[in-house]
């Protein structure tokens, strides 16, 4: 009998599992090996007779249809809900700022849509506006390059640093001048390429793409579950049939063997023929010795915590009627953002209460991952303090951390995943990656990878 194994338990993991089923062989036997005593991996939700509240992703990219897809493959797609929508802003050093409306992360699709703005000063928008209308003799890229530096070549300084840096940094918690253009927005240079410059490129979106945009949609671009999205795992979890699943087993080493592979675990050894790999790069590495390690090493994730803050309505006066906030580097706080769920996502909190959900870790500012519970709250409060009224301590707070959290996706990292998975296919024949590492951070880029690769594995004459 054929063998197919997961490692791990996840969202990647749990779709690989689903879609094994649906698209491998009856005579395969279908293993799940979880290295903790609970699937779902970074996703996880909190819940009480009355909230619900995330410790992970709260959300996904409505418009990135293979979630949703799963969801309605599991019999979940009447429990969808759509955010809610209003004013977000940005944190600067001297205080709240209204996100301009008709932009998307912060690019504008109108030259006047900085003229209202507090974040630039007239001179400054005077410059944007020119550089948008008159765009600076720059080449447009023909392969990757730094998200960054394109941004500011195109836009200038000021608005990428006050604006642009704090909500894709909100994204993806990476190093803006670090990052990759072509693996995280895409839709920028290919716009510039076939409308002639960045402005029009973005003017020109379709309606689907102009993800987190201000000031248009009046309904949410971002999706969840109506019970949170641990029901989305538990349901995967309730509907496989044909898969083993075992908990508390963690992998220690992957052998060769003629045919396929043997897993050294802490519940004994393990063989099998194909072997799907969730885990995070640097367990790449300890299980894959011959391929070349160097991009492995390099996808170092950046660590993040969260503290949701549970209050009483008449215990915190909140600073506006909106989604939120993010935090520029230049702000004086330790947070990078902070969401309003009772106004983002209602339907997870009852009438009478504000949640606060804060998000704390910059890349090589992280240290406050590591503190206590109690540090956390105390320095997400301290931090808000400044921007609110608070009355009263909140009545419940949930602390959550991250440490294999996002990966950097520097410059080139298509190409080099691309190469990585073409070398294991030469070296480790049978082997699959799969993961927030690889294809994309959000959820639906995870199963849209994994889906993919397990039905090409079904689809082979001999698996």
Request: aromatic share 8%; glycine share 8%.
């Amino acid at each position: 009998m054929r063998k197919f194994t997961i490692v791990g338990g996840g969202i990647t993991g749990l779709t690989a599992a689903f879609y094994a089923e649906r698209y491998l062989p009856e005579d395969v036997t279908i293993t799940l090996l979880e290295a903790t005593d609970r699937l779902g991996g970074k996703i996880d939700t909190y819940e009480t007779g009355e909230f619900a509240v995330e410790r992970g992703p709260d959300s996904y990219v409505f418009r990135k249809t293979a979630m949703t897809e799963l969801i309605e493959d599991v019999g979940l797609g009447d429990e969808l809900v759509r955010n809610g929508v209003g004013q977000a802003y940005v944190l600067h050093h001297d205080g709240l700022h209204p996100i301009p409306k008709q932009t998307v992360m912060g690019i504008p699709l109108d030259v006047n849509a900085f003229r209202e703005t507090t974040l630039l000063s007239e001179e400054e928008h005077e410059d944007l506006k020119r550089m948008l209308l008159s765009p600076p003799k720059v080449e447009t890229p023909d392969s990757d390059v730094s998200l960054g530096l394109y941004l500011r070549e195109r836009v200038g300084d000021p608005i990428v640093d006050r604006l642009i840096e704090p909500l894709l940094s909100g994204i993806y918690a990476g190093d803006i001048d670090q990052m990759s253009a072509m693996s995280t927005f895409p839709q920028f240079i290919e716009g510039e390429q076939k409308y002639g410059n960045l402005y029009e490129g973005m003017r020109h979106l379709r309606p689907e793409q102009r993800v987190a945009e201000v000031g248009a949609k009046k309904v949410g671009q971002f999706a969840s579950l109506q019970r949170g999205l641990k029901s989305l795992t538990d349901r995967l979890a309730e509907r496989l049939e044909r898969t083993e699943v075992i908990f508390n087993c963690s992998v220690e080493q992957v052998s060769e063997r003629e045919e396929g592979y043997r897993l050294f675990t802490t519940r004994g050894d393990i063989d099998t023929d194909h072997l799907v790999l969730t885990v995070p790069p640097r367990l790449i590495r300890q299980f894959l010795p011959k391929v070349d390690s160097d991009f492995l090493a390099d996808m170092k994730p950046h660590a993040t915590a969260t503290c949701s803050l549970v209050f009483k309505e008449e215990d915190i006066e909140l600073p506006f009627v909106g989604t939120g906030f993010v935090a520029s580097q230049e702000a004086d706080v330790t947070i990078t953002a902070c969401t309003f769920i009772d106004q983002k996502w209602p339907h997870a909190v009852p009438e009478g209460y504000h949640v606060l959900r804060v998000f704390l870790g910059r890349p090589g500012a992280d240290e406050i991952v590591e503190a206590s519970d109690e540090d956390i709250i105390e320095t997400a409060l301290h931090d808000l303090q400044g921007l609110m009224r608070i009355h009263r301590e909140p009545v419940q707070t949930v602390v959550s951390r991250l440490r294999d959290g996002l990966p950097p996706y520097a410059v080139f990292h298509a190409d080099r995943v691309k190469a990585l998975r073409a070398e294991i296919g030469r070296v480790y024949p049978g082997v699959i990656l799969a993961g927030i590492a690889y294809d994309g951070i959000g959820m639906p880029d995870c199963v849209k990878s994994v889906r993919e690769q397990v039905k090409a594995l079904g689809e082979k004459v001999e698996i």
